[in-house]
């Protein structure tokens, strides 16, 4: 059976990160991808708005990953990861080192697992999105991730307006100074568990984060369970919580897939939770052809006014090669009425609504290397 997320042109996120980890014997590769188109806006800040926009269907990255083989079916690798916008060339986050996004090194074994150390991926993505549980994964990219009204969420990231963005760590967010334990596969189960490790003395408790994973694979069926705690540090204030979890799962009919994800997020600090529950189908048309329709729900809780958002996205695209596909998609979300719509990855600081909707078109190309 032709595993749909992979067929064709699939979020190259998940493609070269399979790419990578897939070299065999002892070596460095350099890989990467890139993905720009144009967008329109229908509502950002009250106003139309066509726009550049770049690392859509995955972010832009460029990374080098090397494997020692050891024997005995163990080796030493190592990845670096690089996000940067195509439109400027500059580092994405600009928060970020030049690898902000991943930099680790680890050891393997076949029979007893791997261990890697450094700025690393939790398992929210891990066990999640890389189990191709998120319909993002084949479907809309960063414009299906999740976001919405929920503004108030608080979440300490930087720049502030961030903070209703991917309040569920599933667009790869990474976890500095961290261990991290992934076992291998038995009879199609696998686990793992990662900590990070704060660096305040006396205080081993203060700004660690904390995550495990869980997989099953069999055949055409999978699914998988995360959790992840992060604790904030911030200068003359509380430390701050934020603790997510999710289950997911997806099956295979040939040409036909299916996905469903369930998420949350709650911050300690001020009570404010959000979650989610998603379906997503995606169905290859022909060796060049895909397309897919994923459907979201999105419900804050009373800090949150209850706000919550409906939001479904479609995509249609066509794989010139293993390598480089073109695509359009549409994201219409609709809130409750008195809140204002917000799509994930419309990040300027007035692209929020002016009202309840917001619709997003796009047309892009990808390539990957």
Known sequence: MKAVAFGGAALALCSIVSQAHGAS?????????????????????????????DGIQSP?????RGVEELGGGTHVEFDLVNQFAVGTGAIQPPT????????????????????????QYDFMIDALFFGRTDAALTVG????????????????????????????????????????????SFAGLSFGALYGIGGVPGALGSGNTVSAGLNYESGSFGMGAAYTEVKYLQAGMPQVGIRNWGVGMRYDFGSLGVNALITTVRNTANGGAIAQGQIGLAYT????????????????????????????????????????????????????????????????????????SQMLTRVGVLTRF
């Open 96 to 119: 970020k080192g030049i690898f902000g996004r991943n930099a680790w090194i680890g050891i393997s074994n076949e029979r007893f697992g791997t261990v890697r150390f450094g700025n």
């Open 60 to 64: 832009n990255m460029l990374g080098i």
């Open 285 to 356: 048309l022909t060796p060049q052809w895909r397309t897919g329709i994923d459907y979201m729900y999105m419900k804050g809780n009373g800090y949150l006014d209850n706000n919550h958002a409906h939001q479904i996205s479609a995509l249609l695209a066509y794989s010139f090669s293993k390598r480089t596909m073109v695509y359009t998609e549409m994201v219409y979300q609709r809130t409750n009425a008195n809140a204002q719509a917000l799509v994930s990855g419309v990040i300027e600081p007035n692209g929020t609504s002016s009202g309840p």
């Open 25 to 53: 014997g002892s070596g460095v590769t350099l890989y990467g991808v890139m993905d720009a188109g144009l967008t329109y806006v229908s509502n950002s800040g009250g106003s139309h708005n066509l726009k550049f926009d």
């Open 141 to 184: 990219g960063i414009y299906n991730f999740r976001a919405g009204p929920f503004q108030k969420i608080a979440l300490p990231y930087n720049p502030p307006y961030a903070s209703q963005f991917d309040w569920d760590r599933m667009s790869g967010q990474s976890v500095s100074n961290s261990v991290k334990y992934q076992s291998p």
